[in-house]
């Protein structure tokens, strides 16, 4: 934090905007508490120190208020930031693109989801909406697990589920089309395609497409991991060229690796299975309704993707857990 709080202050010195505010998360809240009462100020951008669950517990609050947001990735996968292409351990360039990055609006997604006693509840997610391995590697992999080893802490949990290798029986449906029945180890509703190690698991996700992409892991037997791990890595590498990308369209398709893409996404268990959204557990659900709101979020980014929604003049700097500031003097 002292590191956050130097490159803050240097911002604020060059940029000459008024001091920031800063607002802390706690154990008991993630970041919705926080992000309440920065967004209370009318702040002109809120910076979320933190990881994608973070991200997540602000973005269910700021979304669709028309106030941007900044990332300063400090968490285990730091997915989004990731698929934006942001700094993940430059501190300073994170906070400069916070002080003076382009606007870009990016989608968010809502799962409302219920339980076996019928009970109903709704949340948003940024990145991906898990159930199966993604479920179980949240919810069997502790905070101090993470602190220490980070993304390592995650390959116990895939181990067992992988040497497991439980398939489970679904009905689901995409948008309007017919249901479906399926049998699967772990299926995957995106806004976003790359996983850490460059790993991409989706690749025609877009975050701010409007659409939401979907995978099903299906593999009959341990073999048929290795065959995704080594999909999902050839994936990662290929996408980062304009050849590479168009090679993806020529690969054959892999059974175990099934896809589909859409606005909305209908899906039913026969018994309740735990769900995880951008890493946070919510416990096991019996079915899940997960849909999309288009650019609903405003995102600071390096690049200029879009014509800015906020004037950069009218911005001011926050920091720390989700924080706000005064408008610049003038």
Not at 18 to 35: C, K, L, P, V
Not at 47 to 58: E, K, M, Y
Not at 247 to 261: H, R, V, W
């Amino acid at each position: 934090m002292d590191r956050v709080r130097a490159a803050v202050s240097a911002q604020e010195s060059r940029s000459g905007w008024r001091q920031s505010r800063w607002y802390e998360t706690s154990r008991d809240d993630s970041g919705r508490r926080a992000a309440q009462q920065a967004l209370a100020g009318e702040p002109s951008v809120i910076i979320i120190a933190g990881g994608d669950g973070t991200v997540r517990a602000v973005a269910e609050v700021v979304h669709g208020s028309g106030t941007p947001v900044a990332l300063l990735p400090g968490g285990t996968g730091n997915l989004l930031a990731r698929n934006l292409g942001l700094p993940l351990s430059d501190v300073d360039a994170a906070v400069r693109i916070a002080f003076g990055g382009a606007i870009r609006p990016v989608d968010v997604g809502e799962a409302e989801m219920e339980d076996e006693a019928g009970f109903r509840s709704r949340q948003v997610f940024m990145v991906m909406a898990g159930i199966g391995l993604d479920a179980q590697m949240a919810e069997n992999t502790s905070a101090l697990e993470k602190r220490h080893l980070g993304w390592f802490a995650y390959m116990r949990p895939i181990a067992q589920s992988i040497l497991g290798n439980k398939l489970f029986h679904l009905k689901y449906r995409v948008d309007e089309g017919r249901a479906r029945a399926a049998h699967a180890h772990t299926i995957i509703v995106g806004n976003c395609g790359t996983l850490t190690g460059n790993m991409l698991l989706l690749p025609a996700a877009v975050v701010d497409d409007g659409l939401l992409d979907v995978v099903m892991l299906r593999p009959k037997r341990r073999i048929g991991w290795a065959r995704i791990g080594t999909r999902l890595m050839v994936q990662g590498v290929a996408h980062r060229s304009r050849f590479g990308r168009s090679m993806l369209y020529l690969a054959p398709e892999m059974k175990t690796l099934a896809y589909a893409q859409g606005r909305r996404f209908d899906v039913r268990f026969e018994v309740p299975h735990g769900v995880q959204l951008d890493g946070d557990t919510f416990g096991s659900v019996l079915a899940a309704r997960i849909t999309v709101r288009p650019v609903a979020l405003q995102e600071c980014t390096a690049e200029v993707v879009r014509p800015a929604a906020v004037p950069s003049d009218r911005r001011t700097a926050a920091g720390g857990g989700p924080g706000i500031g005064r408008r610049p003097n003038g």
